[in-house]
Structures are given as structure tokens and as C-alpha cells.
């Protein structure tokens, strides 16, 4: 899915030590994370809202699935001079994806689980909320389980012939208790047993807003907390929550923006 998007930008600021060189490194497409490095103390602007900067001078761009074609992106040096750079951004067609055979109350919840689906949500929300400073992202993304994709970024979907939201992930059919590996370092930051859509869910924080999501595993093998390392084992494919056969529905997020990590992770081995 990457192929032909994958694109290293380099642009060279005005010669000011404050400045210096700028690079962008990514997916310059709907769903994509672009990857830019400045020097340190800049201040990064993107269409008016600043961005988060590592320590190192590293930032982060995530194009939504319906993002504008174009977005600004504006540098300014401790001297205060600024430098405008227009970033252009492919869009794409998406496709309707139908599952029937789900459980009615997964699809329409009874009002009984509403409240669960809130608790849920306002956990997945806090951890999307964090802008850790650490670059745990800098080492790059590896697939986290291999297999047939049975659900794809974007897509629209109708469960049981009722069309629901786009799909905001990536799910990977995988015999249930496949080992499930971190695809980049990350901060531990969610671990819940059972959620009402997802059952047993686990949510990484990858630095700068940078999160990532694990669901509908048969087993969490990661405390809440910890640091893991790239390939560490995290989890377990299963099939637990709303689905209708074992797989990994993985997703990745900057703040609350929802991006695919297949372009992320790139090539499938």
C-alpha cells in the first residue's frame, strides 16, 4: 500500500545557525505519518497548530483519512523568522467493507452497555491525550503480526447491513493465540481485560501524541507501565469482543487523528 508514497523531503531553511535544515520523511497521503526533524527550540506550526518537539528536535504530521489536499507548514527560528512550506497530500478512494453475522446487541448496544461503552471510550481518549516529549518512535515500526489483511484502513463499513463509521485500523486474520509483537518502542499506557467492542485491549504510547491500539486479543502478556522494546511479545491474536473470527485489529493514532498503519509499518514480510 506504501509503494509510491513513501517520500523523503528535505528542505533547506534560510542559512541561520537558529534555523538550519528541516527534513520530512513519509507518507504524503491520506492516512499517512510524516516524520520531521528541526533543529531543537524551534517553534513547528502545521495550518496554525503547533506541534509537539522532541527533546532531539523531532516532530510529528498525521494526514486523517479525509484530509485537505494540501496543508501549510510553518518553522520559525529563535531569531523569529519564519519559513512557510506547502505540503501537498494525496487523497484516495476508499472501499465499503460488509460483515454480517455479528451479534445484534455489538452492532446496536442495549442501553445497559452504554454506559460500559462510555468507561471504554473515555479510557481510549485519556491515552490519546498524551504528548509524551520522548521520541520512542525514532527506531521505526515493524508489522506486529503477519497474515492475511480481512480489514483495511478507511474502508466503510456496514455490520449487519446497518453502515457504521469507517474502519480506523488495520485487521490481520492470524490463528488465535499468535504471538501479537510491539512494533516500535513504546510506554505501556492501556491495558483492559474486556472491553465492550474490543475485548481484551492493549494501548501503546509511542511519544509525541503517538499511540497505538491492540484489540480483541485472547491474551495481554504486557503490565501497564512498562517500556517494550520493538519485536517484544505483547499479546496474543484471539477473538474476544465484537468479531466474527480471530484477528488483530491494530491501530494507530496521532492525538485524535486516525492514520494506517499499513502505510506505517510498511511492505508485509
Known amino acids: 500500500m506504501s509503494k509510491g508514497f513513501l517520500v523523503l523531503v528535505l528542505f533547506l531553511f534560510s542559512p541561520r545557525a537558529d534555523a538550519g535544515e528541516v527534513s520530512l520523511e513519509g507518507n504524503f497521503i491520506q492516512g499517512g505519518l510524516v516524520i520531521g526533524k528541526t533543529e531543537p527550540g524551534n517553534r513547528v506550526e502545521l495550518d496554525g497548530k503547533r506541534l509537539a518537539l522532541s527533546t532531539d528536535g523531532r516532530f510529528l504530521i498525521g494526514f486523517g483519512r479525509d484530509a485537505p489536499d494540501q496543508a501549510v507548514l510553518n518553522i520559525t527560528g529563535s531569531d523569529g523568522k519564519s519559513d512557510r512550506r506547502t505540503l501537498n497530500v494525496a487523497t484516495r478512494q476508499y472501499k465499503v467493507q460488509r460483515i454480517d453475522g455479528l451479534p445484534a446487541g455489538k452492532v446496536t448496544p442495549k442501553p445497559e452497555d452504554v454506559a460500559r461503552i462510555k468507561a471504554d471510550n473515555a479510557g481510549i481518549g485519556r491515552v490519546r491525550g498524551l504528548d509524551t516529549a520522548d521520541a520512542y518512535f525514532a527506531g521505526g515500526f515493524i508489522w506486529p503480526v503477519t497474515g492475511p489483511l480481512s480489514g483495511v484502513f478507511g474502508s466503510q463499513r456496514i455490520l449487519n447491513g446497518k453502515p457504521k463509521n469507517p474502519h480506523n485500523g488495520t485487521d490481520i486474520a492470524a490463528p488465535e493465540g499468535t504471538i501479537i509483537k510491539a512494533p516500535s518502542d513504546a510506554r505501556v499506557a492501556l491495558v483492559n481485560d474486556d472491553m465492550f467492542y474490543t475485548g481484551k485491549t492493549l494501548m501503546l504510547d509511542h511519544g509525541l501524541g503517538l499511540t497505538s491500539v491492540y484489540a480483541h486479543m485472547s491474551a495481554i502478556l504486557v503490565k501497564q507501565g512498562a517500556m517494550v522494546k520493538k519485536g517484544t511479545p505483547i499479546g496474543k491474536v484471539g477473538k474476544t469482543g465484537r ?27
Open 243 to 269: 468479531v466474527t473470527g480471530a484477528h488483530l485489529h491494530w491501530g494507530v493514532t496521532l492525538g485524535r487523528t486516525h492514520l494506517d498503519p499499513a502505510l506505517i509499518a510498511g511492505k508485509m514480510p
